[in-house]
């Protein structure tokens, strides 16, 4: 298994270009979810999904686009891209719920770091 | 104030030495979950723990919700223990809150 996969590693991009984060995971993974990390604070979280077709907002949604068709694939638009995007992007998937239960772990992809001009 | 506290936010020991690190929140949880981010940036999920204790090699996780506390034992630290160390909880099924982390340095 590639396990969570991420696309690109970097990206440089100017003030109100947009532009597509890709996430793909090959464990069939129910939840996943889109993180953020900002020098000095904890992750945050933008958008999640909990199977192909349903997403949801997260603690910092606006400025981003998330759509989930198939369940491999959770991919973040940046519509008008501004440097308070700029920033370290995670992609994250489980099976299950984060809240106990089973014991789901949470795998992360390797991040897409993003500069915004 | 943060909703997840940890302590200390650096930490710099010799190798050998008993590690902990602690976390504490403020809200009702589901679950608590502590991760391990490497210096390359790279995050693994290391315990979600609901009570009690876990343990997995050398490193040692507990909670006590009646405290709302959790710590991160490492015995034994190595130099390849040195990461950031994060706790987050869970208050509901779908979301994390997210500690601002600890970073671990092991001197050999």
């Known amino acids: 298994n590639a396990g969570v996969t991420q696309t690109p590693k970097f990206q440089v991009l100017k003030t109100g270009q947009s532009m597509t984060l890709q996430c793909a995971q090959d464990m069939n993974h129910e939840y996943m979810s889109w993180y953020r990390q900002d020098p000095g604070m904890g992750l945050r979280l933008i958008h999640y999904s909990v199977g192909a077709g349903i997403t949801d907002q997260g603690e910092v949604p606006n400025g981003y686009n998330v759509s989930r068709s198939t369940t491999e694939d959770f991919p973040l638009r940046l519509l008008s891209a501004a440097p308070s995007q700029t920033s370290v992007y995670f992609c994250a998937s489980s099976y299950g719920t984060l809240a106990g239960g089973t014991g789901e772990t949470q795998y992360f992809g390797p991040g897409t770091r993003l500069l915004v001009l | 104030k943060n909703e997840v506290e940890q302590s200390p936010q650096n930490l710099t020991a010799q190798e050998g030495e008993f590690i902990t690190i602690n976390c504490s929140y403020s809200?009702?949880?589901?679950?608590l979950h502590w991760l391990q981010q490497h210096p390359g940036g790279g995050i693994v999920s290391l315990f979600m723990?609901?009570?009690?204790?876990k343990k997995h090699g050398r490193l040692i996780a507990t909670i006590n919700i009646q405290e709302k506390h959790s710590s991160l034992h490492i015995t034994a630290s190595h130099p390849r223990d040195s990461a950031v160390y994060i706790c987050a909880v869970s208050p509901s099924n779908y979301q994390l809150i997210w500690g601002a982390g600890t970073k671990l340095i092991i001197k050999p």
């Open positions: 723990l609901s009570s009690g204790k």
């Open positions: 809200v009702g949880i589901s679950a």
